[in-house]
């Protein structure tokens, strides 16, 4: 499994190196010139002229690639125009509280959609199994911040009794039960629409699943109904971790909106605020950050589903 | 040609010895959203130990659910009628964890798809050693890992340890099926039902497991129910044959019988010859048509007589009762054994009283 | 015992190959005749018995083009039009059905006039990036090994941006305005098309009808548009009707992060980031665009599944 993992991550290296490639070309392509939003309305045409030279802002854009992708392969990720520090820490202070939500989130999906998407398929006439298969078509659908202002409303406005900002509070202790106070509706917010995909995804492989041979098989050897059962859950492993690496990228898309609602301090939120002060050198590191956490997520993933399932093991 | 009507039909082997397996009148009906399908059709036969029947019909006759509807495999889905009695216990009555504990234990089942009837997460071994201890044969993990080795062997597999260790995809479908085999043997079973097992493999490979499942019959005394579309399986394995055409058995009796002289002109066509004395000796038949897909309304009468070459208008009227024309041998044809006339009209229900 | 004459061959004769376990012939629900009949009533029945989802579905997404094409008949009030003196009034106010926002304007107008740009910004990109997506899929698809690793591998690294952050990204770089938003959108969406154009293509050209059209000699591009594209056409439809939901979603966002529609146009992502600064003063009024987003978009998805039950599609992740 070691030797599955190491070389899958061998494998994506082109894809990082694609991904600091189109980082890259997007901070270029950007209209308006770094050296006046860092110096401002006020500066003269040879101050700016100055600090082009500085930022090799005048040498090839090979050049530049060059310079601009080993720094980036030793951890620096450029300075904040705005701020003036290093982008690198800021944005991995950020990048963590990102996963701090994206972890609440995936477990709402996960718990959730595996009882939703169990009970529609187990019990697809009853009403309850009929009310989770709506729960999920609805949750599929949700727009993570109508659902983050519909619960701020209802929770935090109407009953006041969980915060609608922040991690942790001004005032108070500021430990892992505040913390968890301030998750649990950002990470429902982001959670809700990727639960109702792993409560379709598992609906339908379980549906499957038991229609198998193999089902009938066990049953014909005299398994218990609950052993039985295991085997078929077992067996819709691959699909949920399938969909679950593809998931993880829309999960996180859904972070971006669910950080600025609730002001979670995370990458979303930082990357959002860059955006309204252009600042750019942060915009580009925050995303190349999350772009690249994306792709090893998968290698794990990727890693996950060979552990689980032979038939996709190397001989 | 004598037909002696008074006689009804009785599974051959009853009067012998007392049947392993004995299947009295059951019937299969799956409804539906829009309509009943009736699957099976007051099907019944006994089958001694030591000996194999082969129930025989096209895709759809309800042969595969037959055998299925002996374990009690369909649960709530399916409405099932009649008596199955194994050895003594009358399978039917029993609640679901007592039928539970017989699967597998006393009556095994060996699929048709190896491959998909292998959990292909699992290791072979696991699957195994799962079933050992499912039925308490083996207590220990260590106890039930060797005993499945030389299950494994006893099944012809060369190399068990191997295959203990194998995941399903890894080996070859005459090996899974091997496989599927020993699951099914490790709790001794008295009855075997072996759906279609060899529709899957090579033809080579075929012949290999007919001959293993004659083998292991021979070693272990039990009896065997074996569904399949084709003749050649049947004439290798069977002692008894019985036919079956949309839903019902149609010809029974002694696989040298029913295969060598048919008495039902379906079984006729089956075999790809027509009785000699309509037409020229040995001139093939194609029969022409379909039989009815699952689920399609059933013509009047005879199910059969659509494509029946020999079909006269009374088959169109009345569903003719399967009874007994020979010793030992019943068909579910008047024309081809007499003429309606010399049949029992219509009485299916004292033809199945006297099967009770 | 003997392996004798007669064997499989001679089953032949009934051609009914034996196809699975019967099993599944006989659980599976016996299917109604698709029903008959001309005129008017003959219509209605064969709407009648379409899949609920298309039903459902259908009904929510034809409102809102409805709505979008008629919004100058059917807005009480002008986008723009409001007093200040009546600002933040609560749903249900007579003369303002849903109330009005900070401005005085009439939601429900608001919202009806926000139809068109909204839609527009939800339908168009899927159309343009399916056009895109289908054209790489297909040349990924029916290509030589190394065409087809060029463009996959490329997809690959467009697909490990998560989907709204690239969108963000674009949006910020074009600036406002519903073109960008749609040529963002339009970016973003090529890649799962292409993804699922690739994947059903390469089962296509497994199958034996395309031996058969290949061993007649037919051309690449007639066999693509021949053989391929009607083959994948359920599939990718039923994928598309989906992804138009997550497009409205996704646009009706930007504009809510205030780099889509700009502020004073009404959209209702925009509408919804302005009521949203209200919050704590009239929190009804938030939920409304809150609730139409996720309406429209609930639309499209149930229209997807219900044609997938009509095409008879399979789930995919």
Redesign the interface.
């Known amino acids: 499994m070691l030797k599955f993992f190491l070389r899958r991550l061998l494998a994506i290296i082109p894809i990082v190196f694609g991904v600091i490639v189109v980082v890259f070309l997007t901070l270029k392509l950007i209209p308006g010139d770094p050296a006046s939003a860092l110096l401002g309305a006020s500066a003269t045409p040879s101050q700016r002229k100055q600090l082009i030279a500085d930022l090799g802002l005048n040498r090839s854009i090979f050049v530049q690639f060059w310079n601009w992708f080993l720094a980036v392969l030793q951890g620096d990720l450029g300075h904040s125009i705005l701020r003036q520090q290093p982008v690198g820490p800021m944005v991995m202070d950020a990048f963590w509280n990102t996963m701090i939500l994206a972890v609440g989130a995936s477990v709402i999906a996960i718990v959730g959609g595996l009882v939703i998407g169990g009970a529609s398929a187990l019990w697809p006439r009853t009403l309850f199994g009929r009310a989770c298969n709506w729960i999920a078509t609805g949750s599929v659908s949700t727009p993570q911040y109508s659902i983050g202002l519909g619960l701020i409303v209802i929770f935090a406005v109407n009953w006041e009794i969980l915060p609608a900002s922040g991690m942790y509070s001004s005032t108070g202790p500021q430990n892992f039960w505040d913390l968890l106070q301030h998750l649990i509706l950002p990470a429902i917010a982001a959670g809700l629409a990727p639960m109702g995909i792993v409560a379709r995804v598992f609906r339908s492989s379980l549906d499957d699943v038991m229609r198998a041979d193999f089902v009938e098989s066990y049953r014909a050897r005299g398994a218990p109904s609950r052993k039985v059962l295991t085997h078929a859950a077992h067996n819709t492993m691959p699909a949920l971790l399938t969909i679950s690496g593809l998931q993880f990228g829309y999960l996180i898309s859904g972070v971006v909106f669910v950080e600025t609602i609730f002001s979670w301090p995370g990458l979303g939120l930082l990357i959002y605020n860059s955006i309204a002060q252009r600042d750019y050198p942060v915009i580009e590191g925050g995303v190349l950050i999350l772009a690249v956490a994306l792709v090893l997520i998968n290698v794990l993933v990727d890693t996950a589903h060979a552990a689980i399932d032979p038939r996709v093991r190397p001989a | 040609m004598t037909v002696t009507t008074e006689m009804r039909v009785t599974a051959p082997e009853q009067a012998v010895a007392p049947a392993a397996l004995e299947v009295e009148g059951v019937s299969v009906t799956f409804p539906t959203k829009s309509r009943e399908i009736d699957a099976v059709r007051d099907v019944s036969f006994g089958i001694a130990a030591g000996k194999t029947l082969v129930l025989l019909g096209e895709s759809g006759s309800g042969k595969s659910v037959t055998s299925r509807a002996i374990m009690r495999l369909y649960g709530r889905s399916a409405r099932i009628t009649g008596a199955v009695q194994l050895a003594g216990r009358s399978l039917f009555d029993l609640d679901e964890r007592a039928m539970r504990k017989l699967r597998g234990a006393e009556i095994a089942m060996v699929p048709q798809d190896p491959t998909a009837a292998l959990d292909p997460l699992r290791r072979v071994g696991a699957q195994i050693v799962e079933v050992l201890r499912t039925h308490d044969i083996e207590k220990s993990r260590s106890g039930a890992k060797a005993r499945a080795l030389d299950l494994l062997a006893s099944v012809g597999i060369p190399d068990p340890a191997r295959v203990l260790r194998s995941y399903p995809h890894e080996l070859s479908g005459g090996m899974r099926q091997r496989a599927m085999i020993a699951v099914a043997i490790a709790c001794e079973p008295s009855v075997l039902v072996a759906d279609e097992p060899t529709t899957a493999l090579d033809v080579t490979v075929q012949a290999q497991v007919l001959e293993l499942f004659a083998e292991l019959q021979e070693r272990m005394g039990m009896a065997m129910l074996m569904v399949t579309h084709d003749v050649g399986v049947a004439r290798d394995i069977a002692d008894d044959v019985a036919v079956m055409y949309a839903g019902r058995i149609v010809e029974f009796g002694t696989a040298n019988d029913v295969l060598g002289s048919p008495r039902h002109p379906y079984t006729m066509g089956l075999l790809g010859a027509v009785p000699s004395h309509t037409v020229a000796r040995g001139a093939l038949l194609a029969i022409p048509g379909r039989p009815p897909a699952a689920g399609e309304p059933l013509p009047a009468g005879c199910a059969f007589s659509p494509r029946c070459p020999h079909a006269v208008s009374e088959c169109r009227d009345e569903v003719p009762a399967l009874l007994q024309v020979a010793t030992d041998r019943a068909s579910a044809c008047p024309v081809v054994n007499g003429g309606w006339d010399r049949w029992d009209h219509g009485d299916e229900g004292a033809a199945r009283q006297a099967a009770t | 015992?003997?392996?004798?004459d007669?064997?499989?061959a001679?089953?032949d004769?009934?051609?009914?190959?034996?196809?699975g376990?019967?099993?599944?012939?006989?659980?599976?629900?016996?299917h109604?005749p698709a029903p008959r009949g001309h005129g008017l009533r003959g219509f209605l029945r064969r709407v009648w018995t379409l899949p609920s989802g298309v039903k459902i579905g259908g009904s929510i997404v034809g409102f809102f083009v409805l709505v979008a094409v008629f919004a100058p008949v059917l807005a009480p009030y002008g986008p723009q039009e409001g007093e200040l003196a009546d600002r933040l009034q609560g749903v249900g106010t007579a003369g303002h059905l849903l109330g009005t926002d900070g401005q005085g304007r009439d939601l429900l107008s608001r919202l009806i006039w926000g139809a068109r740009p909204s839609l527009t910004a939800g339908i168009l990109p899927v159309l343009f990036a399916a056009l895109i997506g289908t054209s790489l899929g297909l040349v990924a698809g029916l290509g030589h090994r190394r065409t087809h690793g060029l463009i996959m591998?490329?997809l690959?690294?467009?697909?490990?941006?998560?989907?709204?952050?690239?969108a963000?990204?674009?949006a910020?770089?074009l600036?406002v305005g519903v073109t960008n938003v749609i040529i963002a959108l339009s970016i973003v969406l090529v890649a799962p098309i292409a993804r699922v154009v690739e994947t059903e293509v390469i089962q296509v050209r497994g199958a034996d009808f395309m031996d058969a059209a290949r061993a007649s000699g037919a051309g690449a591009v007639v066999t693509a548009s021949k053989q391929v594209v009607p083959n994948i056409l359920p599939t990718l439809v039923v994928y598309c009707t989906s992804l138009i939901?997550l497009a409205i979603?996704y646009a009706?966002?930007l504009s809510?992060?205030?780099?889509g529609v700009a502020p004073p146009n009404p959209e209702w992502?925009a509408i919804?980031n302005d009521l949203?600064q209200n919050?704590?003063d009239e929190?009804?009024l938030?939920?409304v665009p809150?609730?139409v987003?996720?309406i429209a978009?609930?639309g499209?998805?149930?229209l997807g599944?219900g044609l997938r039950e009509l095409l008879n599609v399979k789930?995919m992740?």
């Open positions: 015992m003997s392996r004798i007669v064997t499989t001679d089953i004769i009934f051609d009914a190959p034996v196809t376990t019967e099993r599944e012939d006989f659980e599976a629900e016996a109604e591998r490329t690959d690294v467009v697909y490990a941006f998560p989907a709204v952050l690239l963000i990204s674009i910020a770089a600036g939901g979603v009706a966002g809510f992060l205030g780099l992502g919804l949203r919050l704590y929190p009804m938030a939920l809150a609730a987003i996720f978009s609930v499209f998805n149930v599944d789930e992740a």
